[in-house]
């Protein structure tokens, strides 16, 4: 079973550098194990495959973030977008191989609003005992 597997690599290799996992995206092994309960073995098998076939280069385009409820074991992947970005083509690929692997993904369009207003704030020290 992928827990399984994914705890006894977190025990063996969790300090190792890897160009395949990044583990500090995982700070606990806990983390790392309810994050992958929100997947189906398949579809962590289908992400898997398709970034090893297709190398470092299929990295680029993979959505911002990674978001789950461990209670309900829904996820997503969400690519974040400023109101006057577009999709770069990798993006595009990656949304359209999530969706045919049967996992939630969607664009979030942000703005910034009240940004200048922030800016012209002077900044406030706080001083730490």
């Not at 827990?3 to 395949?20: C, F, G």
């Not at 962590?44 to 970034?51: A, F």
């Not at 280069?57 to 992947?77: E, I, M, R, T």
Request: with cysteine; proline share 3%.
């Amino acid at each position: 079973n992928i827990q399984d597997i994914a705890e006894k690599n977190w025990d063996m290799y969790n300090l190792t550098m890897s160009s395949v996992v990044n583990w500090e995206l995982f700070p606990t092994k806990s983390t790392l194990l309810s994050a992958l309960k929100c997947l189906t073995s398949e579809q962590i098998q289908l992400i898997s495959t398709y970034t090893f076939v297709h190398n470092r280069a299929v990295w680029k385009g993979f959505p911002d973030l990674f978001v789950w409820n461990p209670v309900s074991k829904k996820c997503k992947f969400v690519e974040v977008k400023s109101h006057s970005d577009r999709l770069s083509h990798h993006q595009i690929v990656w949304l359209d191989k999530l969706v045919e692997f049967k996992i939630d993904c969607e664009v979030c369009k942000v703005s910034a609003n009240g940004a200048k207003k922030l800016l012209q704030r002077t900044p406030s020290i706080i001083e730490l005992d």
